[in-house]
């Protein structure tokens, strides 16, 4: 079921908010920059995203097409979210669950989570070695 969540980042600077199913897969992704930074995120559409505060504390990343957007505070460097329009279910937010408040170690631990393999743009299957994600 949708709920409103908030997110921050570890600093505080950056807080959204996000109508985000819980009950549906988050995603591991093995490209060079989720394997990196050990983003984990959870799917909000368009309309339930919005940035409650630090909209100027944020920098913004971008690489290959350019299309998907890598958001993260510029004092403590979290990546609270990103944006993306070339994605297999079309324009999204990955919300960062690690940066979700008020889940519990338990709650985290329930999540569905779907591994991807982002690194050879094989985007509906998981990658052969998926462990450490």
Same mark, same amino acid.
């Given at each position: 079921?949708?709920?409103?969540? @908030?997110?921050?980042?570890?600093? =505080?600077?950056?807080?959204?908010?996000? @109508?985000?199913?819980?009950?549906?897969? @988050? +995603?591991?992704?093995?490209?060079?920059?989720?394997?990196?930074?050990?983003?984990?995120?959870?799917?909000?559409?368009?309309?339930?995203?919005?940035?409650?505060?630090?909209?100027?504390?944020?920098?913004? $990343?971008?690489? =290959?097409?350019?299309?998907?957007?890598? $958001?993260?505070?510029?004092?403590?460097?979290?990546?609270?979210?990103?944006?993306?329009?070339?994605?297999?279910? =079309?324009?999204? +937010?990955?919300?960062?669950?690690?940066?979700?408040?008020?889940?519990?170690?338990?709650?985290?631990?329930?999540?569905?989570?779907?591994?991807?393999?982002?690194?050879?743009?094989?985007? !509906? !299957?998981?990658?052969?070695?998926? =462990? $450490?994600?």
């Amino acid at each position: 079921m949708p709920t409103t969540h @908030t997110a921050t980042c570890h600093c =505080g600077a950056v807080e959204v908010e996000a @109508t985000l199913d819980l009950s549906q897969p @988050t +995603y591991r992704c093995n490209c060079s920059i989720c394997r990196r930074t050990r983003f984990w995120p959870a799917v909000a559409l368009p309309g339930g995203f919005r940035i409650v505060r630090g909209q100027s504390d944020l920098t913004r $990343y971008t690489f =290959g097409t350019h299309k998907n957007h890598h $958001y993260f505070c510029r004092h403590c460097g979290v990546r609270v979210f990103g944006h993306g329009t070339d994605t297999p279910m =079309g324009e999204m +937010y990955g919300v960062n669950v690690g940066c979700i408040n008020g889940l519990t170690d338990e709650d985290l631990a329930r999540l569905a989570v779907v591994r991807v393999d982002g690194l050879h743009d094989q985007w !509906q !299957q998981a990658p052969a070695h998926s =462990g $450490y994600l």
